[in-house]
Structure formats: structure tokens, C-alpha cells
């Protein structure tokens, strides 16, 4: 049996990725500036530089919507079976992700509507977006969790269920860094221990990754 | 064994939900509880009630060897309740970690948020997996009829959030 014929990445791909670079880039402009004010007063309360807020932040007003953006690219022909395509975790991921922006439609639609432009100047849109971005995580955890621990994880070396996993990666990542961090604390606990001796670290290095007030 | 810790589980729930809800009367007060504070303790009692059957029906599952199977892992309510624990741990110690000391000792507050809105979404996820992927088997087992009854349950709990947004935000 021939093996089937990997789709390249073609300009209709290209499109779309561009149309959903826009729509993250006009969620972006909206997400800013109420982000802005808050990282001003999380560096007033704890009276330091925190990276990790810029880190899970603003990136992901563009990685949510390049999610969605996967779901139509990867079901252009040639593809393989719903079935098949629905074992790959970079697919799952972005389906996911497309499903847990539902609560957050919901109630946008229900709000009362003005203009665009207004509702993106309002503040709720930073905790809208907080909010859909830990439902995105919850979501895509979830789903990846059915494919692992059903021993049905098929991952593809290809670009499109790569990106998707990436991605995917990056969503979970938000709520697990502090809690793999944590663990890692844990077990170089006494190699942490002698660093915090010699140079005075720890102290330091937990307010940086917990910001905790000073 | 199993029919006798579920049933184990259905009582130490209900007493949970009792537990909270004497906790919720004594946070409100003698006020009598208009419309928000009735939806809020339906709620609140919802969420204790809710993580004791999810923990009492996934050590049941965990404890039968057919779970970690294949075939048990394309039940929806073994997979529900496998889900809701991890994830719910996970969440749950990443809020305990991210929140300052003094917040630390109301547990129940800390705890809500991040059940309520989060957990029933991985259980959306974990559902909406299976279902594409064509492995939605349930089974005639009384642990995979329990986890269904709290995953709807947990959807039940998000939908209620979101509906409380709508109505009194």
C-alpha cells in the first residue's frame, strides 16, 4: 500500500494563517492596555519585574486563534479519516481550544452591544481573556489526557499537527509551569539548598517565579 | 466492594453538602437569601458535594484493573472522573501556589473559582475527544454510570457559572 501523499503548505494555508494573525493581532491591541495597567499594579505590589505574566499573556491572544485557524487547514483535502485525524493530539489540541472560546461567545453575545471599537476599549476585555485563557488550558489538558492515558496518542511528523501540538503545548503550559516548577523545587531541594548558601538565591528565585511580594 | 464505597461516597457527599451549606448560612448571615444568594448557594453546595463523589468514584475506578484497559478508558464516566482528578489536583495546587499567604487559609474560596470554571471544561475536552475519535463506549457498570452522573454534573455546575454571569453581573 502506498503511503498517503503529504499535503505541502500551500497559499490557501497561507491565507488563513494570515486572516487569524489579524484577528489575534486586533485581540492583542483590545488586551493591551488593560494588561498594561494590571502588570503596573502587580510591580507596585511586589515591587519587582515579573516575566512570566509577559510570557503567558499577550502571546496568547495570537496562539488561540492560530489554533482555531489549524482546524480548517487540517481538514482540507488530502486528509485522512475524521477518525484518524481525531487521534492526533495537534488536531485534538485545536479543536479543544475552539470549544472552550464557546462560554466566553456566549456571554459576549448575550452582553449588551455596542460598536467594536467600543467594547474593544472596555476593560472586560483583559478578564474575558484571562478567562478564556484557562479554559483553553482546562480544555486542551483534558483531551490530551483521553489520547495519553488511552494509549491513543498518534502524533503525525508533519507541519500541521506539529504546530498544533506546539501550540497546544503552550496552552498547557500556563497553568502547569508553576506546578512543574514546584515539583522540580521539590527534588533539588538540597542542591537548591547549598546554591541558596553560597549566593543567597532562593529567596530571590522564588519571588521572581511565584510573584510574591517583597 | 465497589457498590458499598460508592454508597460510601453518595453519603459522605451528602453530608459535605450539608457541611457547606450550614458554612454558606453562616457566612450570610439572619438575612433571608434573595434570588443571587439562593443561585449562589446551590452553587457553592454543588462544588463540596460534586469533588467528594468525583474523589470517592475515582478511587473506585482506579482501584478496578478494567479502568486502565483500552477499553476501560473509552468509558465517559471512568475517563470523567480520571480527568476531574487530575486536572482538579493540578489547578487546585496551582492556585494554592500562585495566591498570597493570607488567602491561602480560605480554601473554599480559593478552590471555587478554579473548579467551576475550569474542571468542567477538561471534562468537555476529555468528552469531546472521545466522541471524535469514535470511543464513547459507555459501560453497564455502576463506577461508569456514577462518573457519567458527575461529569453532566460538572457541566451542569460551568453552565450555571456562565448562566450567573449572564443574570447578575
Redesign the interface.
Known amino acids: 500500500m502506498s503511503p498517503r501523499p503529504r499535503r505541502p503548505f500551500l497559499l490557501g494555508d497561507a491565507m488563513i494563517l494570515i486572516v487569524a494573525i489579524a484577528v489575534g493581532s486586533l485581540m492583542c491591541r483590545a488586551y493591551m492596555p488593560s494588561f498594561e495597567r494590571s502588570m503596573l499594579h502587580v510591580r507596585r505590589a511586589s515591587g519587582e519585574e515579573s516575566m512570566l505574566p509577559w510570557a503567558f499573556g499577550p502571546p496568547l491572544c495570537f496562539v488561540v486563534p492560530l489554533m482555531i485557524a489549524l482546524i480548517p487547514i487540517s481538514l482540507r483535502s488530502p486528509r485522512p479519516r475524521l477518525r484518524v485525524l481525531a487521534r492526533r493530539p495537534g488536531f485534538v489540541a485545536c479543536v479543544a481550544a475552539a470549544v472552550s472560546l464557546v462560554p466566553g461567545v456566549v456571554v459576549w453575545w448575550w452582553w449588551p452591544k455596542p460598536t467594536l471599537g467600543k467594547f474593544l476599549r472596555k476593560p472586560m476585555v483583559l478578564g474575558g481573556w484571562t478567562l478564556a485563557m484557562e479554559m483553553t488550558s482546562a480544555t486542551v489538558l483534558g483531551a490530551w489526557l483521553v489520547l495519553g492515558m488511552g494509549r491513543r496518542w498518534r502524533a503525525e511528523a508533519h507541519w500541521i499537527d506539529r504546530c498544533g501540538r506546539v501550540l497546544g503545548l503552550y496552552c498547557v503550559l500556563y497553568p502547569l509551569h508553576r506546578v512543574a516548577l514546584f515539583v522540580l523545587i521539590c527534588l533539588c531541594w538540597p542542591l537548591l539548598r547549598c546554591l541558596s548558601w553560597f549566593f543567597g538565591l532562593w529567596p530571590r528565585l522564588l519571588s521572581w517565579w511565584f510573584d510574591l511580594p517583597g | 466492594m465497589d457498590v458499598a464505597i460508592l454508597m460510601g461516597t453518595l453519603v459522605s457527599g451528602g453530608l459535605a453538602a450539608r457541611w457547606a451549606d450550614a458554612q454558606f448560612l453562616l457566612a450570610q448571615g439572619d438575612e433571608t437569601l434573595d434570588l443571587r444568594q439562593s443561585y449562589e448557594r446551590l452553587q457553592h453546595d454543588g462544588v463540596f458535594l460534586l469533588v467528594v463523589l468525583t474523589m470517592g468514584v475515582g478511587w473506585v475506578a482506579a482501584w478496578s484493573g478494567e479502568s486502565w484497559t ?1 477499553r476501560g ?2 468509558q465517559p464516566g471512568v ?1 470523567a472522573v ?2 476531574g482528578v ?2 482538579g489536583g ?2 487546585a ?2 492556585s494554592w ?2 495566591s ?1 499567604p493570607s488567602q491561602r487559609i480560605l480554601i473554599s474560596t480559593l478552590f471555587r473559582d478554579v473548579l467551576e ?3 468542567p ?6 468528552w ?3 466522541r ?4 464513547w463506549r459507555p459501560a453497564r457498570e455502576d463506577r461508569d454510570r456514577v462518573g457519567r452522573v458527575v461529569g453532566w454534573g460538572w457541566l451542569l455546575l ?1 453552565g450555571l457559572r ?1 448562566l450567573h ?2 443574570v447578575f453581573d
Open positions: 483500552r478508558m473509552a475517563m480520571f480527568v487530575l486536572v493540578v489547578m495546587l496551582d501556589l500562585t498570597y470554571f475550569r474542571l471544561m477538561a471534562i468537555l475536552g476529555a469531546i475527544a472521545l471524535l475519535g469514535g470511543l460551568g456562565i454571569r449572564l
